[in-house]
C-alpha cells in the first residue's frame, strides 16, 4: 500500500515518472524488497520465483479454483499452473497421506466397548 501511495491506476510497479519498470529494474526491486523483508536466500529470488510464490499460496487456499488461478497466472492450460505449485508432490498434501493418517487414527483410538 505504501508502494501504491493512493494510486488507483497505473502500472503497479513503475517509476517516478509514471512509465513501467523494464525487466531489469523489477529484479532489482524485487530483490531489494526481499532483503528488507528478510527473507532467506534474497539474492537468488526474481519476478519468476515470486509468481511461483504466488500460485502455490494461492492454490493452498481453502476452496481454491485453479481456472481463477490459471487465468490469473495468465497460462493457457491447468496443467501448466499445477505444475507452478511448489507444494505438489508434498505428503502432508496428498489425499492418501489424509486417508492413511485417519486410518491410523482410528486403529490407535481405544475402542467404545
Known sequence: MTHLDGRREGFLF??????????????RLVRSLAKRAGLPQADSIHPHVVKHNAITH??????????????????QDARTTSRYNRRRGLLDDSPGYDLGSDLAGALTAPSGK
Open 14 to 27: 513503475q517509476t517516478a515518472s509514471g512509465k513501467p519498470l523494464d525487466e531489469p529494474q523489477v529484479w
Open 58 to 75: 494461492a492454490l493452498a487456499r481453502p476452496g481454491a479454483r485453479v481456472d481463477k488461478i490459471q487465468d490469473w497466472a495468465d497460462h
